[in-house]
Structures are given as structure tokens and as C-alpha cells.
């Protein structure tokens, strides 16, 4: 069984950074997918960004790119996701999730294990 615990997040100003952190545990995770999924009120949940657990390769949505970057330290079996440039439009519940089949999808059914979620709040 896989477990996924997020951290990290908070309130800050726009402008500002914040890095959240997925600590995994289970099973290996060498042939795993890792995202991040974002929730607003009222929102459908949506894609971040993502990562092949092997080699490293990152996809992000559009919405993202070149502010937020994804990383993972196979050491510690964690993945993070490092915000910078943060807007109030990035407001919301981020969740980290893992596709253990290794699809790089961008949809939340694809991805079998989440967390609990951490809240992120920026302010104008």
C-alpha cells in the first residue's frame, strides 16, 4: 500500500514562493508517475505538474510553466514542488498523487494513491 503525506504549504503574498513537499511510502516507486493536482472552491481538480520517478522527465500544465518546477530525491522517496512567482489565482488545495503504471497522465483517474492535501493561499 502506497501512502502519500504533502507539506509545505501556507499563506503569502503574491510574488511570493512556497515549496511542498509529497514524502511517499510503500513500495518502490521506480516505475511510478508522481503529480501534482490542484483544487480551487468550486473547482474541478486539476493537473500541475508531473514526473517520471525513473528518469526524472517533467510535464507541466500551461498554467505553471516557468514559475513552478517539480523535482523528486529518490532517497528519501519524496517529491516536491517548487512555486515561485505565486499569483491569487494559485490559490487552492494542493494534492500529490501517484500512478503506479507509469503513464504520465494528466488526469486525476489516472492516478491511483493521493494525499491528504495542504492548503495554499496567496494574497494580492
Known amino acids: 500500500q502506497v501512502q502519500l503525506g504533502e507539506s509545505g504549504g501556507g499563506l503569502v503574498q503574491a510574488g511570493d514562493s512556497l515549496r511542498l513537499s509529497c514524502a511517499a511510502s510503500?513500495?518502490?516507486?521506480?516505475?511510478?508517475?508522481m503529480g501534482w493536482f490542484r483544487q480551487a472552491p468550486g473547482k474541478e481538480r486539476e493537473f500541475v505538474a508531473g514526473?517520471?520517478?525513473?528518469?526524472?522527465?517533467?510535464y507541466y500544465a500551461d498554467s505553471v510553466k516557468g514559475r513552478f518546477t517539480i523535482s523528486r530525491d529518490n532517497a528519501k522517496d519524496t517529491v516536491y514542488l517548487q512555486m515561485n512567482s505565486l499569483k491569487p489565482e494559485d490559490t487552492a488545495v494542493y494534492y500529490c498523487?501517484?500512478?503506479?503504471?507509469?503513464?504520465?497522465?494528466?488526469?486525476?483517474?489516472?492516478?491511483?494513491?493521493w494525499g491528504q492535501g495542504t492548503q495554499v493561499t496567496v494574497s494580492s
Open positions: 498523487a501517484a500512478d503506479p503504471y507509469g503513464l504520465g497522465s494528466r488526469k486525476t483517474y489516472e492516478y491511483d494513491y
Open positions: 510503500g513500495r518502490g516507486f521506480s516505475t511510478y508517475h
Open positions: 514526473i517520471d520517478w525513473s528518469s526524472g522527465s517533467t
